[in-house]
């Protein structure tokens, strides 16, 4: 059974995968800005996700996933140097600390797996998009860099999804009006659900021992079809 670190442990994401991988065995330890989340193994509360703010852990990790993410979503002459410098360290810098941090603990497993997470705008241009696909492009860019690096002892993968139903997205589900004109604007005519996420977070960890530098499109195909 594997041991697992969720930074941003508050993730409705990160809440449904623990559930899955605590349910079949696993050990997850969650670290996160907010406490008493009832779903971890153990918890670690942060003010943030900076190297010297992140807790030391003692022994092997087998898993680190780095959740924290934003939707900044403005037209492009609107976004401020703060926006965008704002956004990097919340979805690429504190990825960079997290896996720093913890790449010792990482090498001691035999199975060690990164996950990181991306979006569907990283490689599909989508207006007002900017800041969050100059952030998310990093980090898959980062996911190929390391993989590479570290390929002999950790896998590095990234999932992009496109709209999921979480707290990140709920301005964008929060009417019936809404929540169907996003469905609609996805070929499957669905926003995702934490769950299909969740599995895919879980293959990563454990099953995918044959796959790194990958970046899984977990998005209802909105990035590789489209209708004719
Ligand atoms: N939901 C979507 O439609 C969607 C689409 C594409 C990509 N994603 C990606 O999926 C990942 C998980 O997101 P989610 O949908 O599960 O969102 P969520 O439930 O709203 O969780 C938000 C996450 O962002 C962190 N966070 C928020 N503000 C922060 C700040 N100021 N500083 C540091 N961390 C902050 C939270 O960490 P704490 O635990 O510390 O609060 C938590 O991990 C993100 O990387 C997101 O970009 C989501």
Same mark, same amino acid.
């Given at each position: 059974m594997g041991i697992f670190v969720f930074v941003g442990a508050s993730s409705a994401i990160a809440k449904c995968s623990a559930q899955?991988?605590?349910?079949?065995?696993?050990?997850?330890?969650g670290i996160s800005r907010n406490a008493n989340l009832a779903v971890y193994t153990a918890e670690h509360q942060v003010t943030n996700?900076?190297?010297?703010?992140?807790?030391?852990?003692?022994? *092997?990790?087998?898993g680190l996933v780095y959740f924290p993410g934003t939707i900044n979503l403005k037209p492009f002459h609107r976004i401020t140097k703060e926006e965008f410098r704002s956004d990097f360290e919340i979805?690429?810098?504190?990825?960079?600390?997290?896996?720093?941090?913890?790449? *010792?603990?990482l090498k001691l497993s035999h199975n060690a797996?990164?996950?990181?997470?991306?979006?569907?705008?990283?490689?599909?241009? /989508?207006?007002f998009h900017a800041s969050i696909s100059i952030s998310k492009g990093a980090i898959e860019s980062l996911?190929?860099?390391?993989?590479?690096?570290?390929?002999?002892i950790?896998?590095?993968?990234?999932?992009?999804?496109?709209? !999921?139903h !979480?707290?990140?997205?709920?301005?964008?589900?929060? !009417?019936?009006?809404?929540?169907?004109?996003?469905?609609?604007?996805?070929? /499957?005519?669905?926003v995702g659900?934490?769950?299909?996420?969740?599995?895919?977070?879980?293959?990563?960890?454990?099953?995918a021992t044959w796959m790194t530098g990958e970046i899984l499109h977990v998005d209802g195909g909105l990035s590789s079809t489209r209708s004719i």
């Amino acid at each position: 059974m594997g041991i697992f670190v969720f930074v941003g442990a508050s993730s409705a994401i990160a809440k449904c995968s623990a559930q899955l991988l605590i349910s079949s065995g696993h050990e997850v330890i969650g670290i996160s800005r907010n406490a008493n989340l009832a779903v971890y193994t153990a918890e670690h509360q942060v003010t943030n996700y900076d190297l010297t703010a992140l807790p030391q852990l003692e022994g *092997p990790i087998d898993g680190l996933v780095y959740f924290p993410g934003t939707i900044n979503l403005k037209p492009f002459h609107r976004i401020t140097k703060e926006e965008f410098r704002s956004d990097f360290e919340i979805n690429v810098e504190g990825a960079i600390a997290s896996i720093q941090k913890y790449l *010792p603990n990482l090498k001691l497993s035999h199975n060690a797996s990164v996950v990181l997470f991306s979006s569907v705008a990283a490689q599909t241009g /989508m207006p007002f998009h900017a800041s969050i696909s100059i952030s998310k492009g990093a980090i898959e860019s980062l996911t190929k860099s390391l993989a590479s690096e570290y390929a002999s002892i950790i896998r590095f993968n990234a999932i992009a999804p496109s709209l !999921t139903h !979480t707290p990140l997205s709920e301005k964008f589900v929060s !009417t019936p009006e809404k929540l169907e004109a996003s469905r609609q604007r996805n070929p /499957m005519k669905k926003v995702g659900d934490p769950s299909e996420i969740a599995e895919v977070v879980s293959f990563l960890l454990n099953k995918a021992t044959w796959m790194t530098g990958e970046i899984l499109h977990v998005d209802g195909g909105l990035s590789s079809t489209r209708s004719i």
